[in-house]
């Protein structure tokens, strides 16, 4: 299976500030995935990120907020943008492989 | 739309009891999976199963067992003579093929706790 790596595994950071948070995977893989969970609750989609073309995001998130990068088929970036408190989560990525879908380990991010 | 129920929010036994997880899931595509991901309090997902719409197959795997039955659009999952390191919330979920089979819809989970 894919082996997930993200980073930062936790922050704390000001209202008003960015975020980018990295997932290196260790194989080429086509579609990369973002989520977010809330505390306590379950994980919502937030954007369906190909290598060369724009990120695809659900509804409720917009590219603005969550400006996302897929500059190989192995690497991408999500940046939580001018933070606010409710935004406070835990944010993973995720790939397919082999018709599985793997997750990383989380990146937990608090908003003062 | 589709949408993934998991009614029980907390389930608590006592290690060796047998326990089943109840999911039910809504959706109006014919081609679909499901899936159940274990989230131990590491935080970390780990996979436990995909099972596609046509295979209505029971599946077991050491401890545990999974029941579909798309009559009632259910995806149950049973651990058998659960274990302290089965404490973890649950989660279900649903894709479509309409939107893509990675593009995963989850359940609010199932936190079970088992106690020695």
């Known amino acids: 299976s894919a082996v997930i790596s993200q980073k930062p595994s936790r922050d704390i950071c000001q209202r008003g500030t960015s975020l980018t948070i990295q997932c290196q995977v260790d194989s080429q893989v086509t579609m990369m995935f973002w989520y977010r969970q809330q505390p306590g609750q379950s994980l919502t989609l937030i954007a369906t990120a190909n290598q060369g073309s724009e990120a695809t995001y659900e509804s409720g998130f917009v590219i603005d907020k969550f400006p996302i990068s897929r500059p190989n088929l192995t690497f991408s970036t999500l940046t939580v943008s001018n933070m606010s408190p409710e935004d406070s989560s835990i944010y993973l990525c995720?790939?397919?492989?082999?018709?599985?879908?793997?997750f990383g380990s989380g990146t937990q991010l608090s908003v003062l | 739309a589709q949408k993934v129920t998991q009614a029980q929010t907390e389930i608590s036994v006592v290690e060796k009891e047998d326990v089943t997880l109840d999911c039910v899931y809504e959706t109006r595509d014919t081609t679909y999976y499901l899936f159940w991901y274990k989230q131990p309090p590491s935080g970390e997902l780990v996979f436990l199963i995909r099972?596609?719409?046509?295979?209505?197959q029971n599946e077991i795997s050491g401890r545990y067992s999974w029941n579909f039955q798309k009559s009632t659009s259910s995806f149950n999952f049973t651990i058998t003579a659960s274990q302290v390191v089965d404490s973890a919330v649950y989660f279900c979920a649903l894709s479509e093929a309409q939107r893509g089979y990675s593009t995963l819809t989850f359940g609010k989970g199932t936190m079970l706790l088992v106690s020695p």
């Open positions: 099972r596609n719409s046509f295979d209505e």
């Open positions: 995720s790939v397919e492989d082999f018709e599985k879908l793997f």
